[in-house]
């Protein structure tokens, strides 16, 4: 990652040939470099031209111009890096665009690192860090709700939710040293009653906002759910129906499955991290006893189990014992009947003690809407406006809000017991702290390194 002061340029459009791809260029020098590889049409100097104006040009490499260009200047701070930026279009070819940025990067500017305009963003106070966090996930959204969950009007939101409730905890504060530093003067403008109103209204918003991280885990980084059940009752078949393709193979004989395998699936509006898994029996096999024990691995990690019984089939003793067995994990279980299309064979009382039983068909795909509803139904609050409310979405996030959360509930005790005020006072630094933390006012490096690390060179 370039240091903040250097000029820095990449390829923002993916990789392959295309009809148009964007080269952009962030920092101090960003117009004069620009200038020294594209020449106007109109033969005014580049530097001239006023901001998010297009331009036609000519891009010149070796003395010589190899494309024709546009080429719009955003000027500091009013760009997306807080820095003079130009961005070109040029012709999409592959080798093309390849040497637009050679010609860029011989006149002074440097590689690009992966998300190194977003993170400039930030660094000049463009961007907070939960909606640098949100671009990155936009960027890999796998599904609308995603995309809601992440686009311009929720991170801006949770933002402005955040910023609000670190500006309380600083007002706070501050009334709280007044009365600390200056006990006979009675500068504070608050009353010990109105500033514990004040403690305990933050202290909720707080936990209405926590609240909300059930349904953003959900929805983006997604529910960890195995398949599992029996051999041969169609775990494989529903993997393949959910995935809408053939990842698993699927056989006639029983113990086809013998590791686990694993994919990422939208379910409506949830995301799931789904994983089909060897059949649960006693093996004889060293390899299906790997496969076994990976599975019991998998099922103890997850947050929802999906299993499956071969509904053509009255249930044995063994599935008795395994469905035994499920009660005992403490996480929710949705159980599977699959092949309902074909004459059922387990009655239904037989099942009475597990909440959620659903008819299923891997070979026609019945009753995969109504899990769908199900699974949205367990995991997210359906009263929540996705892309409109304020809406945790990462463990990052929820980890930061609660440590903020739990300073506050020390501080909202001590002030309440009626200890010295200077005792609330450094819990209550320690949750505005908290708070810095979670929009990047003050943040770990390492942390930032972290989230700019999944992002694409060019964003």
Same mark, same amino acid.
């Given at each position: 990652?370039?240091?903040?002061?250097?000029?820095?340029?990449?390829?923002?459009?993916?990789?392959?040939?295309?009809?148009?791809a964007?080269?952009?260029?962030?920092?101090?020098?960003?117009?004069?470099?620009?200038?020294?590889c594209?020449?106007?049409?109109?033969?005014?100097?580049l530097?001239?031209?006023?901001?998010?104006?297009?331009?036609?040009?000519?891009?010149?490499?070796e003395?010589?111009?190899?494309?024709?260009?546009?080429?719009?200047?955003?000027?500091?701070?009013?760009?997306?890096?807080g820095?003079?930026?130009?961005?070109?279009?040029?012709?999409?070819?592959?080798?093309?665009?390849?040497?637009?940025?050679?010609?860029?990067?011989?006149?002074?500017?440097?590689q690009?690192?992966?998300?190194?305009?977003?993170?400039?963003?930030?660094?000049s106070?463009?961007?907070?860090?939960?909606?640098?966090?949100?671009?990155?996930?936009?960027?890999?959204?796998?599904?609308?709700?995603?995309?809601?969950?992440?686009?311009?009007? !929720?991170?801006? =939101? *949770? $933002?402005?939710?955040l910023?609000?409730?670190?500006?309380?905890?600083?007002? @706070?504060?501050s #009334? +709280?040293?007044?009365?600390?530093?200056y006990p006979?003067?009675?500068?504070?403008?608050?009353?010990?009653?109105e500033?514990?109103?004040?403690?305990?209204?933050?202290?909720?918003?707080?936990?209405?906002?926590?609240?909300t991280?059930?349904?953003?885990?959900?929805?983006?980084?997604?529910?960890?759910?195995?398949?599992?059940?029996?051999?041969?009752?169609?775990?494989?078949?529903?993997?393949?129906?959910? !995935?809408g393709? =053939? *990842? $698993?193979?699927?056989?006639e004989?029983?113990?086809?499955?013998?590791?686990? @395998?694993?994919? #990422? +699936?939208?379910?409506?509006s949830?995301?799931?991290?789904?994983?089909?898994?060897?059949?649960?029996?006693?093996?004889?096999?060293?390899?299906?006893?790997?496969?076994?024990?990976?599975?019991?691995?998998r099922?103890?990690?997850?947050?929802?189990?999906?299993?499956?019984l071969?509904?053509?089939?009255?249930?044995?003793?063994?599935?008795r014992?395994?469905?035994?067995?499920?009660?005992?994990?403490?996480?929710?279980v949705?159980? *599977?009947?699959?092949?309902?299309?074909?004459?059922?064979?387990?009655?239904?009382?037989?099942?009475? #003690?597990?909440?959620?039983v659903?008819?299923?068909?891997?070979?026609?795909?019945?009753?995969?809407?109504?899990?769908?509803?199900?699974?949205?139904?367990?995991?997210?609050?359906?009263?929540?406006?996705?892309?409109?409310?304020?809406?945790?979405?990462?463990?990052?996030?929820?980890?930061?809000?609660?440590?903020?959360?739990?300073?506050?509930?020390?501080?909202?005790?001590?002030?309440?017991?009626?200890?010295?005020?200077?005792?609330?006072?450094?819990?209550?630094?320690?949750?505005?702290?908290?708070m810095?933390?979670?929009?990047?006012?003050?943040?770990?490096?390492?942390i930032?390194?972290?989230?700019?690390?999944?992002?694409?060179?060019?964003?």
């Amino acid at each position: 990652m370039n240091k903040i002061g250097t000029t820095v340029a990449a390829i923002s459009t993916p990789p392959g040939k295309g009809g148009v791809a964007l080269i952009r260029v962030s920092g101090p020098e960003a117009i004069e470099i620009v200038s020294r590889c594209v020449v106007l049409r109109s033969g005014k100097p580049l530097c001239s031209l006023p901001a998010r104006q297009a331009a036609y040009g000519d891009v010149i490499f070796e003395g010589a111009p190899i494309d024709d260009v546009i080429v719009t200047l955003f000027r500091a701070p009013h760009s997306y890096t807080g820095e003079d930026t130009a961005e070109i279009s040029c012709h999409g070819g592959i080798l093309l665009t390849k040497t637009v940025l050679t010609a860029l990067l011989a006149a002074g500017a440097e590689q690009a690192g992966p998300g190194e305009f977003t993170r400039r963003a930030l660094l000049s106070g463009r961007l907070s860090l939960t909606e640098a966090e949100a671009i990155g996930c936009l960027l890999e959204a796998g599904s609308t709700a995603q995309i809601r969950l992440s686009a311009a009007p !929720a991170r801006t =939101e *949770l $933002a402005r939710a955040l910023g609000e409730l670190h500006d309380r905890l600083l007002s @706070l504060l501050s #009334t +709280l040293y007044a009365k600390i530093d200056y006990p006979d003067e009675d500068l504070a403008d608050l009353t010990d009653e109105e500033i514990i109103g004040h403690l305990t209204a933050i202290f909720d918003r707080m936990q209405m906002l926590r609240k909300t991280y059930r349904t953003g885990h959900a929805i983006n980084e997604g529910i960890p759910t195995v398949l599992c059940g029996r051999p041969n009752v169609g775990k494989s078949s529903l993997y393949n129906r959910l !995935a809408g393709e =053939e *990842l $698993a193979i699927v056989t006639e004989l029983a113990g086809t499955t013998r590791d686990v @395998l694993s994919t #990422t +699936l939208p379910l409506g509006s949830v995301m799931l991290r789904l994983f089909d898994t060897a059949g649960l029996r006693e093996a004889s096999d060293p390899v299906e006893q790997i496969g076994v024990s990976r599975s019991r691995a998998r099922i103890e990690e997850c947050e929802l189990l999906l299993a499956v019984l071969d509904a053509s089939q009255p249930l044995s003793d063994e599935d008795r014992a395994w469905l035994e067995e499920l009660k005992g994990y403490g996480k929710p279980v949705i159980l *599977l009947l699959n092949k309902s299309d074909l004459p059922r064979a387990i009655q239904p009382d037989a099942l009475s #003690t597990f909440p959620h039983v659903l008819p299923v068909s891997a070979a026609t795909g019945e009753g995969l809407d109504t899990l769908t509803a199900l699974v949205e139904q367990l995991f997210t609050d359906e009263t929540l406006r996705v892309g409109e409310e304020a809406i945790l979405s990462s463990a990052r996030q929820y980890a930061a809000l609660s440590r903020a959360q739990e300073h506050l509930a020390t501080s909202l005790s001590a002030f309440s017991a009626g200890l010295p005020a200077d005792a609330a006072a450094s819990d209550l630094e320690l949750a505005l702290g908290a708070m810095a933390e979670l929009d990047g006012r003050a943040v770990n490096e390492e942390i930032i390194a972290d989230i700019f690390k999944r992002f694409c060179v060019g964003k």
